[in-house]
T-cell receptor
Framework: EAQVTQNPRYLITVTGKKLTVTCSQN?????MSWYRQDPGLGLRQIYY???????DKGDVPEGYKVSRKEKRNFPLILESPSPNQTSLYFC????????????FGDGTRLSIL | AQKITQTQPGMFVQEKEAVTLDCTYD???????LFWYKQPSSGEMIFLIY??????QNATEGRYSLNFQKARKSANLVISASQLGDSAMYFC???????????????FGGGTRLMVKP
């Protein structure tokens, strides 16, 4: 089954404790992205990657890191999480091309206390 | 300025009636794509329909259709014969640029919560 898998689905942690949210896709897609969803703001892009070892900032990259060492994986790293990073996070992937819809994972709900 | 504006935070519709969800966008690109996604209460994002800026016909997918008015920069989603399962958040999104190297920027509106009444 074609899918984007995120882990964990839920996480409650404390300020400053490094965490990683993993994302893996099995569709051989070149493009992968991370978004955060906050009430009233829709989804905002954090980082994206056009292919292995190619990443770039989205609209809200501060406080986040990513890496793309393999085509299928695109982890999101919070080196020193803060409460304002409490949010619902989505990973997405797609083939290249502006007419290609993005396939989303089921989301990761992060609470930073 | 907002690139994608959804002016209806919440809407009600009677079951079996049609409903239109508004979306206006702002871009100076000639080539762009517009997408609608559905997010039920379970949280996943479900792709519904796509409209390309050069498409001459309005997109349709089953009960979903897009009322695309390029000059007015609007791409309203029409859901015909609403069902209880249509109750969800709906997001309009835009992808600008046409080349494969245009990056992966997808800009979302703030969403409209649709509630279908039995």
């Amino acid at each position: 089954e074609a899918q984007v898998t995120q882990n964990p689905r839920y996480l409650i942690t404390v300020t400053g404790k490094k965490l990683t949210v993993t994302c893996s896709q099995n569709m051989n897609h070149e493009y992968m992205s991370w978004y955060r969803q906050d009430p009233g703001l829709g989804l905002r892009q954090i980082y994206y990657s056009m292919n292995v070892e190619v990443t770039d900032k989205g609209d809200v990259p501060e406080g986040y890191k990513v890496s793309r060492k393999e085509k299928r994986n695109f982890p999101l790293i919070l080196e020193s999480p803060s409460p304002n990073q409490t949010s619902l996070y989505f990973c997405a992937s797609s083939p290249p091309g502006a007419n290609q819809p993005q396939h989303f994972g089921d989301g990761t709900r992060l609470s930073i206390l | 300025a907002q690139k994608i504006t959804q002016t209806q935070p919440g809407m009600f519709v009677q079951e079996k009636e049609a409903v239109t969800l508004d979306c206006t966008y702002d871009t100076s690109d000639q080539s762009y794509g517009l997408f609608w996604y559905k997010q039920p209460s379970s949280g996943e994002m479900i792709f519904l329909i796509y409209q390309g800026s050069y498409d001459e016909q309005n997109a349709t997918e089953g009960r979903y259709s897009l009322n695309f008015q390029k000059a007015r920069k609007s791409a309203n989603l029409v859901i015909s014969a609403s069902q209880l399962g249509d109750s969800a958040m709906y997001f309009c999104a835009m992808r600008e640029g046409w080349s494969n190297n245009a990056g992966n920027m997808l800009t979302f509106g703030g969403g409209t919560r649709l509630m279908v009444k039995p």
